[in-house]
C-alpha cells in the first residue's frame, strides 16, 4: 500500500513541478500570427507588464474574461502594460469566429500545437499570468472570476509603479 | 508471511499500471475534444425524440420523464 502512496505522490509532484508560480521567470514562448496580428515572443514584451490570458472558442469563462481585458488594455495600455490573448484552438477558424464575435481589442497570438501552455503548465481554461518587465510571473489566475478584477487592476498598478518607480515631485 | 505480502504489493502495483495505462490525458486546451455533440451522453437527441413520438403514438400517452398524466390523453 505504502508503494502504490509513492507512486501517486511522485505522479502528483511531477505534474505540480511543472507548473510556473509567481516568483519564476516565465517561459519562452514563441506565438505565432492570429488574423492580421503578426507572431510573437513573450520576450518582445519585456520592459512592460503583459497580463497572457491563454484562451480557446469551446470556453464559456473565456469569453466573459474579454470585457475586463479589453478594459484593462483601455485603462493601462498606454501607461507600458499589454494584454496578450493566446488563442488555443486547433481549428484556427473556430478562433477567429470567437474573436469576430467577442470583439477582443487586444493583441491576439496563436499557438495550435500548445507549446506555450504546455511549457507554463497550465492545467485549467482559462488561465492568465501576469508578468513583470523583467519576465518574471507575478501572479496567476485559473479561471475567470469577475471579483477578482479589482486585486488584478491593484496587482498591474503596483507592477507598473516598479517600472515607472516613485513620481518626482509626488505630494501626499 | 513477508515475501507473500512483497508479492501482493507487486501484484497491487502492476495491476495499478495496468489501469492507468488505459486512461488518456487530455491536456486542458484540448478539451473542446471532449465538446462535440456525438460525445454528449445523450448523443442522439434527435433519435431519442423520434422514439418518444412513436411511443407516444402507439401508448395514446406521454413518457413519464415529460409530464404527469394517468394515461387517459386528456392531461
Do not use: K
Not at chain 1, 129 to 135: A, F, P
Request: glycine content about 10%; hydrophobic content about 45%; proline content about 6%.
Amino acid at each position: 500500500m505504502r508503494a502504490a502512496g509513492l507512486v501517486i505522490s511522485a505522479v502528483a509532484a511531477a505534474s505540480a513541478a511543472t507548473a510556473v508560480e509567481p516568483g519564476q521567470a516565465a517561459p519562452a514562448c514563441s506565438l505565432s500570427a492570429f488574423g492580421d496580428a503578426r507572431g510573437v515572443e513573450l520576450r518582445d514584451y519585456r520592459g512592460s507588464v503583459l497580463l497572457v490570458d491563454f484562451w480557446a472558442s469551446w470556453c464559456a469563462p473565456c469569453a466573459r474574461a474579454f470585457p475586463l481585458l479589453n478594459e484593462l488594455e483601455r485603462d493601462f495600455g498606454r501607461r507600458g502594460f499589454a494584454v496578450l490573448g493566446v488563442n488555443l484552438d486547433e481549428d484556427p477558424a473556430q478562433g477567429a469566429a470567437f474573436a469576430a464575435r467577442y470583439s477582443p481589442r487586444f493583441r491576439l497570438a496563436a499557438d495550435p500545437e500548445g507549446d506555450c501552455p504546455r511549457a507554463f503548465g497550465l492545467w485549467t481554461m482559462p488561465s492568465s499570468y501576469l508578468i513583470d518587465s523583467r519576465g518574471v510571473v507575478r501572479a496567476v489566475r485559473q479561471g475567470f472570476l469577475p471579483g477578482e478584477a479589482r486585486a488584478l487592476r491593484e496587482q498591474i498598478q503596483e507592477l507598473l509603479a516598479e517600472v515607472q518607480g516613485p513620481q518626482v515631485g509626488a505630494t501626499r | 508471511m513477508r515475501r507473500r505480502r512483497n508479492g501482493l504489493v507487486a501484484a497491487f502495483v502492476a495491476a495499478l499500471s495496468f489501469a492507468t495505462a488505459a486512461c488518456a490525458g487530455v491536456e486542458p486546451w484540448r478539451r473542446s475534444r471532449l465538446a462535440p455533440p456525438h460525445m454528449a451522453l445523450d448523443a442522439c437527441p434527435e433519435n431519442r425524440r423520434l422514439r418518444e413520438h412513436v411511443y407516444e403514438s402507439r401508448e395514446g400517452t406521454v413518457p413519464a420523464e415529460r409530464r404527469g398524466g394517468g394515461g387517459c390523453g386528456c392531461t
